[in-house]
């Protein structure tokens, strides 16, 4: 199966998982590849199809919440290649939680209650559903941090960034609805999503969603048939998320420091069969995989870069 490392093409700036060009009349060019990142850096094998499923998710998602915040999504020309217009990035990212599972758990775990704007009660248990518990999802936005790890804010803190209380409320509650379209989405197909991160920046419709939304990089899905089950019994639940490749790394003592290590093939493979599936999650049907051909990718990027 071939994977999409890199494109090089003129003018190209590289985050971890795409290559960005300049657009046309404000726009970027976003090349989705198959880079995967873990602790902050990004690995040397590549996903298979872990670029168009990304892809296809957040257009999925952008196309279907277009009715509760605007988007930067102008264009899917190419599985790999999203065009969207070019917002200016809030330093905060809007974290959400449907469930007590993750890092809050691990926070919860050590005895602190207090999350952003809320006090969880006592005697919550790994994964509960916070939903349930306090009528709405649980917020811990974090700094955008350029380079090193995102910081959680706090309310005073989140509300200078992105220069004002009614700013920020309107990022909270924006994000808030799109999280719970997502569960609305996922439910629909036989999933939950956990957790996310959206991103939003000014663009010329004001407060805009860009990025990516609701994809395996970006969110955790779990299976809905057996989580009432599992949570009530104490287990962990079906995950349909990263952890997969960051236990692995960890089996072998990887935390982000030193030299990267390789990916066995089965744990390439098992990282491809969760972006599908995260995929499935959230739009109901297999997308079907293209062969990520550089020459048609070129062509898309040339002809929406003008160059
Ligand atoms: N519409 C947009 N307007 C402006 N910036 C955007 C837009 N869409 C995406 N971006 C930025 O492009 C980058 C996407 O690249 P990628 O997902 O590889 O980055 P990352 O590794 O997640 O983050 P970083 O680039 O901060 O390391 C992000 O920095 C994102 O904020
Ligand atoms: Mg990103």
Redesign the pocket.
Known sequence: MKTLRETNFPGVE?????D?YAGRDNT?V?VTTDRI?AFDVVLNQQVPYKGQGLNASSAYSFQNTIDIVPN?FIAMPHQNVIV??????YPVEVVIRGTLSGSSWRTYQKGQREFFDTVLPDGLRQNQDLIEVLGKPLHTPTS?A?TGHDVNLSPGEAEDMVGGRDVWYAMRDAGTKLFLRANKLTAANGYREADTKY?F?L?QKGMTL???ANTH?SSRFFRADTYREKFESGVDLDWVDKEFVRKYLMSIGFKGDGPIPDLPPEIVQGASERVLESAYAIIGKNFVPVEPDMEQIREVVYEWTGA
């Open positions: 590289r985050g971890k998982v795409r960005l970027i976003m990142s930067a969207m217009e070019r917002c200016e990035p955008k350029k991103e920046g663009g860009f990025d990516e990089d």
